[in-house]
């Protein structure tokens, strides 16, 4: 209370100061309305002004004046003109341009700000202003720690007066509350409460810089969340995706819970035990938002509800009818001063927010966050822009801090240019659309695919490379020569092996004919396979030689050399019995023969071969063990 | 000429075709690897799993952000507080540095992943390599068929699935892999007595050293071994290379680990690898002279060398005794006595005893863990005996030794697995390869095919035998597998046998009782697939800090312990200490980022035992002791009220415990009613005075008005009572979690009126406190 009373001793004095001070100019006030809003954690002065030109010279701009412990609250001001005669709400679009300024001749305790109106305001003319004060933290909650079961209390300061350089006539203040309950408030004469409005009654006959004090101590159980910095980053991916991801770090901007948090009382009672608390918030995503997610640095964050509104997008794409709604639940409800930091991310279409112009390509995009009634302390915009984005550019409708990044993601060579927006105390007003223009070539999209190409291409050629290359360090060492020389004996060996292999098949075929023959008695089929085998194994023979020769001079063989020519000579006398055999065969049988007959011919020829068949078997599996 | 090209280079044609088709399947089996252990992202999400891996976790985010000499010369000083812990010189960083690598290697590659994402698949991606590793290891020991269908039960074998789920991030996941390609490389070497192999073996042995305490099994298996293979004469110099080098150079590597470090040279654990190594220089030193002396001179130069020998040994022998003797452990550390004798850790070292996975496993578990492996290891024993090689019985050594020890905790059932999957590969391997060939020679006998078909089928036996194993092992449909077979034997029909039966005929089995054999040994592997994926889904992927139930209405979802931890990081200073008990120290440090007292690696037990006893003191004393702690939070976990059954109410007689182990004025007794833990209303006032008690139940009984405990199935013993020297700060939603903030001390003046009356009055009782009291 006592720090209340220094500030009311302090305007008193400034009121004392200022009502000495000249007249400032000739314009007057016929008539303020000021409705504040004092529903939610943001509070919203709504002013309008009939300004009147009482003296000779045209007048272009209008000043307005806050008291120096507003203006440091003011987080958004926007004046419009208001030339609908009637009730409507037909205010000229566009805001007028509004800057500060610092006139001579006036207090260091209040701030100017100079509306600059389109044409002057001739003598005796009139015109209707209507000005929106934001203000962010200007509500003070009092007491300043509460329990888990009290309500949150607040105090907001003001002046019943309107605060200006110029006369004003005829002024009247209505304030909104929330609820009904207000502890108290600065009782003028002619002050009505009634319900949750405040009016104070109409004052006449203001003059300039007259200050009246008022507070109002209420209860207001709004979610103060204050996000005390956000990070939006917003990629832009020429593959048909914007990515935007917001790192909320946020707290309770209301009073602080003074310790003690039982979650049984909590439970059973939430609306009496942690009115103060909100333990969930709304965001409004844009239309089409997809792969919405919400986690924190330990994970997903398992409450949340998300609700597109898929059946409504129509073609005007009318943001606010078709969005998505996202309602996120931090992991514990809030109490007062209780912090938590999150990150949400979604993907949007492309085509929604990035359009083309005079060459130049633009992405037009909110710039605040999409949760609603959030106070943000300190925003940092990111676009991220595709790599090789040349010309970058960005406008913003009021003025941000601005720069420019690099960084660096999937398969940069050069990184990504970044435009970094800054601005401290938005609030929901500021989500107005900005514009970040950008020249890029299409073809610098297929980059990172023929790179990936290029690269596994590469990979698998080295790969070739290396499997047909040799790498012994030394070609001549004798180890290494003796390694050559014995995969070729073993090539040469292999390939004699496979050469006797063909000799038993045919002789396999013999002996099938043979057999053929004793069921069939067809003798000529008999002759011409004979005819066919003999060709083959007369080739085979020939092919044999060379092979044989190599191994002879190769000093490697030596030792298996016997082996091998043994093999061959066996072979060679299998062969030869077998021919006799099959001669004696189909004599017998063209000369019509009985079986016993035959058997009796051939039977000691039989034994033979069938010994050296098991000989030559028992070699064949000797040298393929090799 | 064309006729001898031809079988040439068909040959060739099939070699090459047999090798891509192994490479495939071995390219599938590392798909199915990494993608069976996704099932805890796809059902959960991509986070980081229970308590070890939330360190390892946190030390691989200090690893990316600090560097690798910063890791090194880490003090950290978040917990154990006030001692801090030196955590570069107390912890197998082989895992670590992995991730940290991998990370490095992504970002150097511009791939903007989190920390967090790499160390979640880091253990899906090794156990793919575990199991190439594993193919390597049975393909050196029994052939490429034993080595894929090894490799392919490997790759979902539950037990190893356990601890390499996606998020599990822990050193046995890269450790495992470690172990079996540091096993393949040894055998590799054995067999092929390359030095080039000797010294990557090494090289693969440091890398164990520095992944996983459990190095030492290797370090007495490889020994083990080398005196096996002496013992039945199977010396040869390829042992000698496989072995030697491994301990020099093995040994000097692991001395570079800093947890390590002397412990290489100095405990009981290596002592088994030195004296092989003596062994095989005087086994190597006693074939070379047999080799250069006359059989008559040898004698005489064995029996002078052997009496002065058994001299020598008999006196060092003594001496190691002694050295061993005279220290108090005998040189081994408690977690390998617990290996050697049991009920050592049950005895003596309550802390080692309280971890569930120190337990010895019930036979369900094996069950649950290998499932139907466990039935074919007998066979793969047999397998390796016919003929039994040095691979073969470095295999069955392998398999003996790690189900003994397996037996001893169930932890160590991970290194049963790759061993009961290596054995049992062998076996379905070999009895498919005796199955198929017997179906095979007489398949043409009944198709009135010629007889050369015949040999030719017999020797398409090996392909044929991969195909069958592929099926099963990717479960495909079986009408390809066929399909494939059949087609295969129409072609080679024109081609020449290159091959002959007269061997292989000794092992033909009937027919009939062959396929339905094969089909059986197909069911058989189905349902062990089915048994693991089961196992996937459902048994091992749950992270633990994140549980689910199913109800009627859907899912539900229990994020207490996140909530608790993202409260403490997010709204109390940055400084504060937070005592829980041991099990949460882990996490509250990486996900809370506060201070804590004791944390899951228990290296000090006094200091455990402080926390222990303060959670079974009343609630002055346990204030007291917390504050000279300088505590400011106290975290209980608590289950009551949504049955959570792993709570602290359940884990409390273990503080009690390790509490009473050190400050004996805490017995266990007391807190038990004739022999029974209980909390009901006959529990003894000990038990309902004490800190756990009153934290965990405070003001539980206003929840339902009976206070029904929903793990113990009972109402509690004592409802109303008022916390003094705590205050309730923050309770998650489902009371998982209660954290209390230790009020600030009583009102100077009437303190110290308080003290030097109980001065006064109980100067006996201070004396005696003073030696049980804890330090701080």
Wanted: glycine share 6%; net charge neutral; with cysteine.
């Amino acid at each position: 209370m006592l720090r209340f009373a220094l500030t009311l001793l302090l305007f008193t004095l400034a009121f004392g100061v200022l009502s000495s001070s000249p007249v400032f100019s000739d314009l007057i006030l016929a008539k303020v309305d000021r409705r504040i809003d004092l529903t939610s954690q943001i509070v919203r002065i709504t002013t309008s002004l009939k300004v009147e030109n009482a003296g000779s010279n045209p007048i272009s701009e209008i000043l307005l004046s806050f008291p120096e412990n507003q203006a440091k609250h003011l987080a958004y001001l926007t004046a419009t003109l208001n030339e609908g005669k009637g009730k409507g709400k037909a205010s000229s679009g566009a805001g007028l341009p509004t800057e500060v300024v610092i006139p001579k001749d006036v207090p260091d305790s209040l701030t100017f700000y100079s509306v600059s109106l389109h044409k002057g305001l001739g003598k005796g003319e009139s015109l209707l202003l209507d000005v929106l004060a934001v203000f962010t933290h200007a509500l003070e909650p009092f007491p300043e720690k509460i329990s888990q079961a009290d309500i949150q209390l607040l105090l907001f300061q003001d002046t019943a007066h309107f605060l200006s350089p110029y006369k004003v006539m005829v002024q009247s203040v209505a304030v909104k509350l929330p609820e009904a309950r207000v502890e108290s408030y600065t009782k003028l004469e002619g002050t009505k409460l009634s319900g949750s409005e405040l009016k104070y009654s109409p004052f006449h006959n203001i003059p300039p810089f007259s200050y009246l004090p008022i507070i109002i101590h209420f209860e207001n159980n709004q979610p103060f969340a204050v996000a005390e910095e956000l990070v939006r980053e917003i990629e832009i991916s020429h593959w048909g995706n914007v990515q935007v991801t917001e790192h909320y770090n946020l707290f309770h901007g209301g009073a602080k819970n003074k310790g003690e948090f039982s979650r049984l009382d909590y439970q059973a009672r939430p609306y009496v035990r942690g009115a103060s608390a909100f333990r969930r918030l709304v965001a409004r995503l844009p239309p089409r938002a997809h792969s919405v997610y919400y986690r924190d640095e330990i994970g997903n964050i398992s409450t949340s509800s998300l609700w597109g509104d898929s059946k409504k997008v129509d073609v005007l794409q009318l943001s606010y009818f078709c969005s998505t709604e996202l309602e996120i639940e931090p992991r514990y409800p809030l109490f007062g001063g209780w912090r938590t930091a999150f990150t949400i991310g979604y993907g949007l279409p492309l085509r929604d927010f990035l359009f083309e112009s005079d060459g130049k390509r633009f992405l037009n995009f909110s710039f605040g966050s999409p949760i609603n009634e959030l106070v943000i302390d300190t925003l940092i915009v990111k676009v991220v822009l595709p790599e090789g984005s040349k010309d970058i550019s960005a406008s913003v409708p009021f003025p941000v801090k601005q720069w420019q990044e690099t960084k660096f993601s999937h398969l940069d060579l050069v990184g990504r240019p970044v435009v970094v927006l800054e601005k401290n105390n938005v609030v929901p007003e500021h989500n107005e659309h900005f514009q970040v223009y950008y020249k890029f070539n299409s073809l610098s999209m297929l980059r990172e695919p023929l790179m990936l190409i290029f690269g596994f291409f590469f990979l698998f050629v080295a790969c070739i490379v290396y499997m047909h290359a040799d790498l012994s360090i030394s070609k001549s060492s004798a180890s290494y020569l003796a390694k050559v020389q014995w995969e070729e004996v073993q090539a040469t060996v292999q390939q004699i092996h496979n050469i006797i292999s063909h000799c038993l098949t045919a002789h396999d075929k013999l002996e099938a004919s043979l057999r053929d023959l004793s069921r069939t008695g067809d003798v000529q089929a008999c002759k011409a396979t004979r005819k066919s085998v003999d060709s083959l194994l007369k080739g085979v023979s020939k092919d044999l030689k060379p092979l044989v020769t190599f191994l002879q001079s190769s000093p490697q063989a030596a030792h298996i050399l016997p082996k091998v020519e043994e093999l061959i000579a066996k072979e060679r006398d299998l062969q030869e019995r077998l021919m006799a055999k099959h001669t004696t065969v189909v004599d017998c049988y063209e000369k019509k023969l009985g079986g016993r007959e035959i058997e009796n011919r051939i039977a000691s020829n039989q034994q033979k071969i069938t010994s050296l068949r098991q000989e030559v078997d028992d070699l064949m599996e000797f040298i393929d063990e090799i | 000429m064309a006729a001898s090209d031809a079988p040439n280079g068909d040959v060739l044609i099939r070699n090459a075709f047999g090798s891509v088709l192994a490479f495939l399947i071995l390219l599938l089996i590392g798909v199915l690897a990494f993608s069976i252990r996704l099932f805890s992202v796809i059902k959960y999400e991509s986070v980081i799993h229970e308590f070890d891996p939330y360190f390892n976790y946190r030390v691989t985010q200090f690893l990316t952000k600090n560097g690798i000499y910063d890791f090194w010369n880490w003090f950290d000083d978040r917990t154990w507080y006030p001692l801090g812990r030196v955590i570069g010189g107390t912890v197998y960083p082989g895992l670590t540095l992995t991730a940290g690598t991998l990370y490095w290697f992504l970002h150097s590659l511009n791939i903007p992943l989190s920390v967090e994402t790499v160390c979640v698949f880091t253990a899906p991606i090794f156990s793919a390599f575990a199991s190439w590793a594993t193919y390597l290891l049975t393909k050196e020991i029994k052939g490429v068929g034993a080595g894929l269908t090894a490799a392919a039960l490997l790759a979902m074998v539950p037990s190893y699935i356990s601890r390499s789920v996606a998020g599990s991030y822990d050193n046995e996941a890269v450790a495992i892999f470690a172990l079996i390609f540091t096993f393949y490389l040894y055998i590799k070497t054995l067999n092929t007595g390359s030095l080039f192999y000797a010294t990557l073996n090494s090289l693969s042995y440091f890398y164990m050293v520095c992944s996983w305490g459990g190095y030492t099994f290797i370090i007495n298996l490889i020994p083990m071994h080398v005196l096996l293979c002496i013992v039945t004469g199977r010396y040869s110099s390829r042992l000698y290379i496989a072995y030697a080098p491994l301990v020099i150079l093995g040994t000097l590597l692991a001395a570079l680990v800093p947890v390590v470090g002397f412990n290489a040279v100095m405990t009981s654990e290596h002592f088994a690898s030195f004296l092989v190594f003596i062994i095989i220089h005087v086994v190597a030193l006693v074939y070379y002279i047999k080799g250069i002396l006359s059989p008559k001179m040898f004698k005489v130069a064995l029996a002078l060398v052997v009496s002065i020998g058994l001299a020598v040994c008999c006196a060092m022998v003594a001496v190691i005794i002694a050295l061993v003797a005279s220290s108090p452990t005998k040189g081994w550390s408690g977690r390998s006595l617990s290996l050697l004798d049991p009920t050592y850790a049950s005895k003596y070292i309550p802390i080692i005893a309280s971890v569930s996975e120190h337990q010895p496993p019930t036979w369900p578990s094996y069950f649950m863990d290998i499932n139907v492996l466990a039935f074919l290891i007998p066979a793969g024993i047999i397998a390796c005996f016919s003929p039994l090689s040095d691979a073969s019985l470095f295999a069955v050594l392998y398999i003996v030794l790690s189900v003994y020890f397996s037996g001893v905790m169930v932890r160590l059932m991970l290194v049963l697995a790759p061993a009961a999957c290596i054995l049992s590969g062998i076996a379905l391997s070999q009895a498919f390869d005796v199955f198929t060939r017997s179906i095979k020679f007489q398949l043409p006998s009944l198709s009135d095919h010629s007889h050369i078909d015949a040999r030719d089928a017999s020797s398409e036996n090996v392909v044929l035998d991969d195909t069958i194993k592929t099926d099963k092992n990717e479960d495909t449909p079986k009408e390809r597998m066929t399909k494939r077979s059949k087609k295969k034997e129409k072609e080679p029909v024109e081609k020449p046998p290159t091959k002959f039966q007269i061997k292989k005929r000794l092992s033909v089995l009937p027919f009939e009782a062959s396929i339905i054999a094969v089909i059986l040994l197909v069911l058989l592997v189905a349902f062990y697939v089915v048994h693991c994926v089961w196992a996937a889904a459902e048994a091992y992927s749950a992270p633990s800090i994140v549980l689910t139930s199913h109800s009627n209405d859907g899912l539900h979802v229990f994020d207490d312990f996140r909530e608790a931890y993202a409260w403490l990081s997010h709204n109390t200073d940055v400084d504060d200490k937070v005592a829980s008990w041991w099990d949460y120290g882990y996490q509250t440090t990486a996900m809370a980022n506060r201070t804590v007292i004791v944390d899951n690696n228990t290296w000090n037990n006094t200091h455990i035992a402080t926390v222990g006893t303060a959670m079974s003191s009343p609630e002055k004393a346990a204030w007291e002791i917390f504050h000279s702690l300088d505590v400011k939070y106290v975290l209980v976990v608590f289950g009551g009220l949504v049955g959570y059954p792993s709570d602290d109410i359940n884990k409390f007689l273990w503080m009690v415990r390790i509490g009473g182990g050190v400050f004996p004025h805490i017995k266990e007794p007391d807190y038990l009613r004739d022999g029974q833990y209980r909390i009901d209303s006959m529990a003894t006032p000990t038990m309902l005075n004490c800190l756990m008690y009153k934290l965990s139940y405070y003001r539980f009984v206003e929840t339902d008005g009976k206070a029904f405990d929903r793990v113990r199935r009972t109402e509690i013993g004592k409802k109303y009572f008022k916390l003094t020297h705590f205050e309730e700060v923050f309770t998650t939603h489902h009371w998982m979690v209660r954290i209390y903030k230790l009020k600030p001390p009583k009102n100077r003046i009437r303190g110290k009126n308080k003290k030097s009356k109980s001065k006064t009055s109980s100067t006996t009782t201070s004396k005696r406190k003073g030696t049980r009291r804890n330090p701080f």
